[in-house]
């Protein structure tokens, strides 16, 4: 058995990881932090786990060695106290942002501040399975996934590889995003009454995770435009993307097959008939699973790619696990088997 | 033109009240305070009134006197101040829980500390025109209405007045409510991913509203059950009530039929076909109706009675609009006849 | 491997099976039918199960024998057909209402038509493990389980076990539901803009499965009461209970956790601090949990008891999974262990 | 008085335009038309009108003359009978798609199908008040808007009027729609439990309004892409666009003003703080607004444009009483003050 323990164990990501690894054959929680829920069951942050485990929320300080650490703390904290961090396994995943990207200059410009650790950000490898699987295997450190930027990543994933796009024109990213993104702290666009039912378009430009996408696909002219819809959980990327001249519907088809023959979580979405012909995130609540799809207009040559996943999971601790299952050379799929729900 | 000034206007409901006030023919809005948001444009705030007035939020201490005051502030302050505020202006409303009950006894019992001007109750009538129509039209001093406890007494009050209830059993009011009851504030339970789609049974029993049904129903053996459900706006009441022997399907027609002919925002929903048979607040967002229905179960003589309102408008800043009319000897339904949508 | 098939696949119920069966490490799924959908895939319809299994959905007609076969035909079609269905597999379980009652002259009562194979009533077992756990075991016949009827008996059981309530008295069951109850036909009220955000009392008095909360509770002055709210999986019970005189929360406490420790789906939510106090069907979605709770109000002698349950899980094929791993001695919870999801 | 008549008022077009026009202090309804609902009261179709009227659905063909004759029928049906329904008004409004374009060519080429009436097309002018106000005043007949077309030229107007898009760039026009926009007749994806919660991209290319906006903007590389939200009422367009070299925020912010010092229904959103930022269709609901905004990506050249409206109002029944008060030399924003709520 993998003893595994997380540190931030409270937030909305730190909840589902909790959740993926008590139900994890190979896996024992070991331990799970939380400063402000010292001491109190974790079922009563999280209460879908009553009566799963009789864990309490314990103080970091206390934290025991383990074979693998997860850090699911905010923003910015692990880069600072990284070096303990890796003294107490020989294993760490983090799922902040803090060693997302490779290059300290790239972090200073997008997060407004200079890396507290950049020594550490070449160690880490990117924890998206789908284009860093080889070096996964072989990882000690690997960094957590942004959720848009993974949805962006998948639905550019299939051009990119196939080497479809032309890179001079701007590639626009339009993102849905539900609630659970901004994470378990509430604020005043939060409450309820403001939040539900909006279709709110929060960053026309300049989000911080389209860093991860310009990183990852290696397209220069990319942008990110963001909108809150009514939905908690789920994030939809709709890419608009100009392909090269020439290229076919059967290109399309074959790169889009190829990429998810090639991963056991990648769908391809794409019927004529029935309700479901398209990728949508609703069926993929509490899935690990990341569909894919595509329109072509051939006149212009405009392509609409398109990818769903729930932000908690592909976008977040389902994307993690993947990543330990690798690191620990377990089945990929392991302890991610849930399909998600119909109807929902 | 009557002069109106509000006090707390940052809040929901003296936002739905600045709405009415801003769209009433004979009303100018004269001053609107907001300790909170001082000098900020009242649109900044309540974001449908951009383009509609330039009204800023002023300081309650610069309050000018004028014809009617409103208060809209947090439960418990009103009663501290209210000598300064009745100087302000010769009539005023207070949509705060403060002065709804009659006596300074029942106020201890239900909210659990002694009123702090208990000699100003009696001046006060109690802001429901269905149930005081007469006595508003001479009112100087007109408390506000609970919103679950509107809904009750609107469910109840056709039964009541008609003598229909065997008063020694136990009557069950199941309430229904949306999250914009709990107030422009939010709170760890208010956060959308916590509040989406909840069905939350937040009070079994004792809730604050149940005093103003038992002194407004003069039923003693009533009892208010609440939960929480997915929607904004909309207070569902199901009132379950045993009546006297004998009292048939033909008595209720006639004591709803009465109750809906003699109040123009009372309406009977009791259809055979069609998708709204029955009171729903859906259909209420925005209008000051108050829809109710009822269903008798012969052999048992239980009787279902339901009543759907909007808690901001008929039960909040609608019903003090109604009254401020019928202080005024204006039209009763003037500047409120909004009907509500479909589909909505 | 037992070898399971299901007839009317297409439905929600028989969509939920099909997931449940297909990740049960027990059981291999031979024949799924759908005259609707014949030839297709079953991902077409469920599209969760896109990349989880090629089947596709076969004509009745060619069913082949198997060791379990499970019904989720539309209501009233089971039973035309039973003769046929018995001579597939040893063991069979009907999710329809069709066998639920004993007796019938229930059935004929609350139905409004006689039954057509009534000799068979006696031959199947209610299939609510926390009732029948014993008699399950042995079973060759299995009835599924109503929903609401699901969520009323848990709700009771505690006290119609301890023998807490007074019986005399009005027992009324306020239940919310959400539109999945509705199954996958749409009809004009199912159709988004007028189902959205209802608060609709749909039904007052005489809901079916009334018949089954007699049956199971052996209370006879029991009427619930539906409401349909904004969800789509889901159903709470309140159920307003007159306990017997004498009755403290002690007694209270210790019947609901007897019940809550003997059965592993049972769990007692009761918190004084947290967001998540009460049972909620938010948190159970997908899950085959029901979680319960109560509040004495000690003045008065009156309980509200509630329960909550995903109505296509623990109200529906959650529960007939249960029941076959009894049917078959296998650990009662088997397949089962999805704890649901927070935030969702 | 304005003696106006309804044909086609069981659909929810037809129902919006009905609350309009019952409430407008200078229209009387003579007639409304429903072959399905023959005979039914309009308010069991529309119960927000209960109490508000008592008028009865009517077969079309008894249709008398009146002063404006308002056609709600379904996509087609209009330009077969044109010359029958100009006999009965001298004024006509038809809010269908019939007679939006002005070439027959461009209708068979978005449609499918050639025009049953062409020689009428040129007849019509644009019923979309801030494009085409002047021809409004003096029009006899006045097609209606598409509701999708309606958000993408009022977030694209500030842009062309001022001159300041790169034309020969790709405009990409990103559409977030409710459910009522697919009317009031249900289909198996907008069954409750199939719509609740979709981010559901259902056309990537090729939406019909794709025709109104290029012919209203000029513009020949537009694209729009429809996306399905949660949400009953309400359209937000995102439109992606490339601004000419040396185009500033100064530029934007003029262009946008005047646009919406212009148009009484046009409101400019740009906000640093609050929670209401942007243009956003929740707080529109029921509203004639149309709320406007950008964001300039100085680097690239690079504009987010976006508009917010109820697709009901704005988008259709709104736009069509604004047109009518035109035609009529009235206050163009009569009858149309509602503000629309906050919150909701």
Redesign the interface.
Known sequence: MIRASIVGGSG?TG??LL?LLL?HPEVEVAQVTSRSHLGEYVY?????????TQLQFCDPQTLQPCDVLFLALPHGQAQGEIERYVKLAERLIDLSADFRLRSAEAYRQWYGHPHAAPQWLERFVYGLPELHREELRTARYVSGVGCNATAANLALAPLVRAGLIEVEQ?V?V?I?V???EGG???????????????????S???HRHTAEVIQETGLT?V?L?M?S??????V?A?A?V?VKSGVSNKDLWRAYRAFANENPFI?L?K?Q??????P????L???N?A?IGF?L?ED?G?V?S?C?IDNLMKGAAGSAVQCMNLMFGLEETLGL????????
């Not at 009563?44 to 799963?52: A, F, G, Y």
């Not at 088997?337 to 929902?344: Q, R, V």
């Open positions: 909305y909840g589902e959740r139900d009563q942050t999280h209460p879908n786990l009553r009566k799963r701007p626009i339009e849905k539900g609630s659970s378990a702290e509430g604020n005043p666009g939060s409450h309820h009454p403001e939040r539900s039912h909006v279709v709110r378009t929060f026309a430009f300049g002219h942008k435009t909108t819809v009514e939905l908690v959980r789920g939809l709709t608009h100009q769908r979405v019927e008939r029935g309700i479901y012909r398209v949508e995130p609703k069926i609540v509490g899935s699973y569909d329109e207009d212009s405009q609409v398109i769903a088997e849930f399909p998600g729900l119909h109807p929902i």
